[in-house]
């Protein structure tokens, strides 16, 4: 082995094409606040090589009250011509937030849900509570053909290095999806760790940027990568290409 060799990468160096989470849709939640900014850092992804991006807005009725299944469709229409003219290709979803109730007003909307490709539905948690209903509402979405993937697992604090919770969820059938910055310690030591070994473990499925501001997209380009990490990371991009491709 070479002494010159590096042991880490750049973010500009995987196969990162395709982003499945992201708040770039601007002014709809606690992500991007206008186009310009959202337009700035698509233009940064695609200088780093991102050709697709699925944008995922928070859907909490909660919190924000405004954005219903028609809502963020008609702003995604609205926005996507100017959109496009960056070169980007586009698909719109929706992060779903597991409240108290989520299962009842799912059922209400079915065929109007905010899903992923491939029937997939991207659903996160608070950082500090376990949802009480999350493994009813695992059940429930498989049981009615929607594939739930849980976003950014490694930073729910009530989640063990011992994977015990982690697991049994993936036993119901739940996939999950790393952030890009958990890796480079943006969210903390532990985070970082949980990272690692959920990676280490192969237990992810997808790896998304959950960009909110540009500053992020700035930090996960500076990311010094691990080589180690590498062929799972490059294994999560090609599901992500995989998930774009796939009929919806
Ligand atoms: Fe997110």
Same mark, same amino acid.
């Given at each position: ?33 206008? =186009? ?40 995604? $229409? ?8 960056? =070169? ?10 597991? %409240? ?58 009530? %989640? ?24 480079? =310690?943006? %969210?903390?030591?532990?985070?970082? $760790? ?13 790896? =998304? ?22 062929? $799972? ?5 090609? $599901? ?9």
């Amino acid at each position: 082995m070479s002494l010159f060799r590096r042991k880490t990468v750049k973010f500009k160096e995987l196969p990162f094409r395709t982003d499945v989470h992201s708040h770039l849709l601007p002014g709809v939640d606690d992500g991007f606040k206008t =186009g310009e900014t959202s337009l700035s850092a698509i233009e940064i992804m695609r200088n780093a090589g991102v050709e697709r991006i699925i944008l995922t807005p928070h859907v909490f009725p909660e919190l924000y009250p405004d954005n219903t299944p028609s809502f963020i469709r008609g702003r995604f $229409a609205s926005l996507a011509p100017e959109f496009e003219k960056t =070169g980007m290709k586009f698909r719109i979803a929706g992060e779903h937030m597991i %409240y108290e109730g989520f299962e009842e007003d799912a059922e209400k909307s079915r065929s109007d849900l905010l899903v992923l490709p491939d029937n997939m539905i991207l659903i996160e948690m608070s950082y500090v509570f376990e949802s009480l209903n999350i493994k009813d509402s695992i059940f429930y979405l498989n049981s009615t053909g929607l594939r739930p993937v849980l976003a950014h697992p490694e930073r729910y604090i009530y %989640y063990s290095k011992s994977l015990h919770d982690i697991r049994t969820l993936m036993d119901m059938d739940c996939r999950l999806q790393l952030n890009l910055l958990s890796l480079g =310690g943006f %969210y903390g030591r532990m985070v970082k $760790a949980k990272a690692e070994l959920m990676l280490e473990k192969g237990l992810y499925s997808y790896l =998304g940027t959950d960009l909110h501001r540009i500053s992020q997209i700035d930090a996960i380009r500076e990311l010094d990568i691990p080589w180690k990490y590498v062929p $799972a990371l490059e294994k999560l991009c090609e $599901a992500n290409d995989n998930l774009f491709d796939s009929a919806v």
